[in-house]
T-cell receptor, first 107, second 117 residues
Framework: GQSLEQPSEVTAVEGAIVQINCTYQTSGFYGLSWYQQHDGGAPTFLSY????GLEETGRFSSFLSRSDSYGYLLLQELQMKDSASYFCAVRDDKIIFGKGTRLHILP | NAGVMQNPRHLVRRRGQEARLRCSPMKGHSHVYWYRQLPEEGLKFMVYLQKENIIDESGMPKERFSAEFPKEGPSILRIQQVVRGDSAAYFCASSPPGKVASPYEQYFGPGTRLTVT
């Protein structure tokens, strides 16, 4: 079957670095995307990995290993405004989103 | 450049009524996606449309739900005879032409929060 697994919650300290992992099981694969969603808000596109390796966009980086069916989102220099839910998403024969990782940031 | 527009933002319906949710994609975008999100849950794909065509409706319930994206005007998600279990946030997203149906670079609207009483 098709599935994406990511931790339900992660807690980190302001100014620190946090990594949110995502593993997927799909019959086809067209790249891994990451989205951020604040409470009551709309998901916002963060990054996309179509090929293996690291993509960096400011404080956020995303990594993909297709052979391991694994990716992660790395957030550096955490700020309180980064408190949100983060979703990984892939396309198999349909679009699948993970259930999201709620990131709590402590001052 | 206006983003994806959805209306209404909040919608309350009694059981058995119809709900119509509207979505206007970003200017220049020709792909529209509808998702449903329950509290504390991820987004669940419902349907993918291009103008006048339903491309993928594999996530849509077989009964009571329908979607369209006419040549003119917004995309409409229609829920007939709503039940309490339909209460959720419904998000629309759009992406530019030339990209296959993918979670890559989708731009989401603010969502419609449907409450069925």
């Amino acid at each position: 079957g098709q599935s994406l697994e990511q931790p339900s919650e992660v807690t980190a300290v302001e100014g620190a670095i946090v990594q949110i992992n995502c593993t997927y099981q799909t019959s086809g694969f067209y790249g891994l995307s990451w989205y951020q969603q604040h409470d009551g808000g709309a998901p916002t596109f963060l990054s996309y990995n179509g090929l293996d390796g690291l993509e960096e966009t400011g404080r956020f980086s995303s990594f993909l290993s297709r052979s391991d069916s694994y990716g992660y989102l790395l957030l550096q220099e955490l700020q309180m405004k980064d408190s949100a839910s983060y979703f990984c998403a892939v396309r198999d024969d349909k679009i699948i989103f993970g259930k999201g990782t709620r990131l709590h940031i402590l001052p | 450049n206006a983003g994806v527009m959805q209306n209404p933002r909040h919608l309350v319906r009694r059981r058995g009524q119809e709900a119509r949710l509207r979505c206007s994609p970003m200017k220049g975008h020709s792909h529209v996606y509808w998702y449903r999100q329950l509290p504390e849950e991820g987004l669940k794909f419902m349907v993918y449309l291009q103008k006048e065509n339903i491309i993928d409706e594999s996530g849509m319930p077989k009964e009571r739900f329908s979607a369209e994206f006419p040549k003119e005007g917004p995309s409409i998600l229609r829920i007939q005879q709503v039940v309490r279990g339909d209460s959720a946030a419904y998000f629309c997203a759009s992406s530019p032409p030339g990209k296959v149906a993918s979670p890559y670079e989708q731009y989401f609207g603010p969502g419609t929060r449907l409450t069925v009483t």
